[in-house]
C-alpha cells in the first residue's frame, strides 16, 4: 500500500470518528450537515492521488481543517467556541445551515476546478520528465556538489539569525530594520520561499544525480524551513516542510523509482520533530515580546492549583503549569486556529453587504486598527497600540472573501477560475525548472496557503503573484546559468 492510500485511510478514520459526534451536536438540519460532510471528504480523500497536483492536495487540506474539521471540533467538543470570532452570527438552526450551504458551494466550485484541470489542463503522470538533459546540468552539479552544499547552508543560516537579530521581516511586526531599495522585500520573500525553492533546486540535482529515495540534501530542505519559521516568527513551518517532502516522494514516484517508506516515513517524522519545537520556540519569542493574544485558549490540560500543594513542591507545579499552557496553546493552534469557517459565519450573519462592499475592501489600508474584515465585516473596534509595533491578523479566507458580495453564483465561479489559476501557475513553475517536481510542489503549496489565508489587504495580492513569478523565472535562470558551464 502506498504512503497516499495510507494518508487517506488515516483522513477517513478520523472523519469516521468525529462523524458521530458532529451529527449529533448539530443544531440546524442534518441532512445540511451530511452533506456538507460528504463533499468536503469528497474533496479531500480525491485530492490526494496520483493525479492530484500540490496545489489541489494542500488546498483541499487547508479548506478541511478550516471548515468540516474545525467546525465539527468546535461544536462537539467545545461548546460553539470560534474562537477567531463569528461577528453578528447568532447560533440558530437557520444561521448554521446557511454557512453549511455557502461552504458546500465553495467546496463544489473547488472539485469542479479540479476536473476541469485534470482534463484540459494537465497532470504530472502525463507529462515528459525527458526534458531534463542529465549530461548539461549534472556536469556542473557534480563537480561542484560539496561547495554548492556548504554555501547554501551557510547563507540559510546567515540570512535566518541575521533577520532574526536586526529584524528585517517577522510576522505580527513592523520592521525594526528597514533597508535601501526594498530589499526588507527581498528578504521576506527569501524566508518565506525563496530558500526553500533553492532546497528544491538542490534535492532534485542530488536525485538525478544518485536516482534514490535516500537524499541528504532532503535534510537541508528541513533545516531551512525550521530556521526560516524561528526567524519570521512563523508557526507554519510545516508546510514548506511537507510540501518538499511530498514534492519529493512524488519525483520518486513519477520517475518509476519503488518507493521506500520507511525512508519517507522518517523524513515525515523529522518534520513534525522539527514542527514542535518550532511551536514551543515561536511561542516562547511571541510571549517574551508580548505578543497580543486575541482568542480564549480552551484549557484542554487542566493546570494544578498553586494553593493545593505546599512550598516545597511549589516550584515544580509551576514549571508543569508553564509547560501544560504551552500544550494548551499547540493543542489549541491544532484544533482551532484554521482559517474557514468563522469567516463565513461572520460574513453570512452580516446584511449589509453585497458588490459595493466586496470592491471597497480592497480600498484597505494597513493600520493599527483593525482591517476592513475586523471592522466592517464582524464589528470589531479593538485598536492595536502603535507601541510596541505589534499587531494581530485575522483573515475571512477566500470562501468567505467572495461571499462579501452575498452571492453564491459569484462565489462558484470565482473559487473555479482562482482554482485554474493557481494550476496554470503550479504547471508554469513545473515546465519552467525543466521538470523539477519538488519545486513546483513548493510554489502548489505556497498558492493554497495564500489563498485559503485570504482577505487581509487583498489590493496587494499583486506582490504575491510578482514574488511567486520572480522565483519562476528565477529557477529558469538559475538553470540556464548551470547549463552554459557545460556547453
Known amino acids: 500500500m502506498s504512503l497516499i492510500k495510507t494518508l487517506n485511510i488515516l483522513f477517513f ?115 515528459d520528465l525527458d526534458e531534463f538533459n542529465k549530461t548539461d546540468y549534472l556536469t556542473f552539479y557534480s563537480n561542484n556538489r560539496k561547495i554548492i552544499h556548504f554555501i547554501y547552508l551557510f547563507l540559510i543560516i546567515f540570512i535566518g539569525c541575521s533577520n532574526f537579530l536586526f529584524v528585517f521581516s517577522q510576522k505580527g511586526t513592523i520592521p525594526e530594520t528597514i533597508l535601501p531599495f526594498g530589499l526588507n522585500n527581498f528578504i ?9 525553492s533553492f532546497s528544491t533546486l538542490i534535492i532534485f540535482l542530488e536525485f538525478k544525480f544518485k536516482k534514490k529515495n535516500s537524499n541528504s540534501v532532503v535534510k537541508y530542505g528541513l533545516i531551512e524551513t525550521f530556521i526560516s519559521a524561528i526567524s519570521i516568527l512563523s508557526r507554519a513551518m510545516i508546510f514548506n516542510g511537507v510540501s518538499i517532502i ?31 519545537i518550532s511551536l514551543l520556540i515561536v511561542s516562547k519569542i511571541r510571549q517574551s515580546k508580548n505578543f497580543t493574544v486575541g482568542h480564549e485558549v480552551h484549557s484542554y490540560i487542566p493546570q494544578i492549583d498553586v494553593n493545593d500543594v505546599n512550598a516545597v513542591n511549589a516550584k515544580s507545579v509551576k514549571i508543569i503549569n508553564s509547560f501544560t499552557k504551552e500544550l494548551n496553546q499547540i493543542i489549541f493552534l491544532v484544533a482551532g486556529r484554521w482559517v474557514g469557517v468563522e469567516g463565513v459565519m461572520a460574513v453570512s450573519a452580516n446584511n449589509d453587504l453585497g458588490f459595493t462592499s466586496f470592491l471597497t475592501s480592497f480600498k484597505d489600508e494597513f493600520d493599527y486598527s ?11 473596534r479593538h485598536i492595536y497600540v502603535n507601541e510596541p509595533k505589534i499587531y494581530t491578523i485575522y483573515v475571512p479566507g477566500i470562501i468567505a472573501f467572495l461571499f462579501y458580495t452575498k452571492s453564491l453564483i459569484f462565489l462558484f465561479f470565482g473559487i473555479f477560475f482562482l482554482c485554474i ?21 513548493l510554489i502548489g503549496n505556497v498558492l493554497a496557503y495564500r489563498l485559503a489565508h485570504f482577505g487581509y489587504l487583498p489590493q496587494n495580492s499583486y506582490k504575491l503573484i510578482l514574488a511567486i513569478f520572480f522565483n519562476i523565472v528565477l529557477m529558469w535562470i538559475v538553470m540556464k546559468i548551470i547549463k552554459s558551464f557545460h556547453s
Open 13 to 127: 478514520i478520523i472523519i469516521l470518528i468525529l462523524l458521530p459526534f458532529g451529527l449529533s451536536s448539530y443544531e440546524g438540519n442534518k441532512i445540511y450537515y451530511l452533506i456538507f460532510s460528504f463533499i468536503s471528504t469528497y474533496a479531500l480523500l480525491t485530492s490526494f492521488q496520483k493525479n492530484s497536483i500540490s496545489f489541489e492536495s494542500f488546498f483541499s487540506l487547508l479548506i478541511w481543517l478550516g471548515f468540516w474539521f474545525k467546525f465539527t471540533v468546535q461544536i462537539s467538543y467545545l461548546n460553539n467556541l470560534f474562537p477567531e470570532g463569528v461577528g453578528l452570527f447568532d447560533y440558530s438552526a437557520n444561521s448554521y445551515d446557511d454557512i453549511l450551504i455557502v461552504s458546500s458551494v465553495g467546496i463544489v466550485a473547488f472539485i469542479a476546478a479540479k476536473y476541469f484541470r485534470l482534463k484540459f489542463i494537465f497532470n504530472y503522470s502525463n507529462n
Open 188 to 196: 521576506n520573500w527569501l524566508l518565506m520561499f525563496g530558500l526553500a
Open 246 to 276: 511530498y514534492g519529493f516522494y512524488r519525483l520518486v514516484e513519477i520517475n518509476n523509482i519503488k518507493v521506500k517508506k520507511i525512508k519517507f516515513i522518517k523524513y515525515f517524522m523529522i518534520i513534525l520533530v522539527l514542527f514542535m
Open 370 to 380: 483593525n482591517s476592513f474584515y475586523e471592522n466592517k465585516i464582524k464589528g470589531s
Open 421 to 441: 489559476f493557481c494550476s496554470f501557475v503550479e504547471f508554469f513553475a513545473y515546465k519552467m525548472s525543466k521538470g523539477n517536481v519538488i519545486f513546483s510542489y
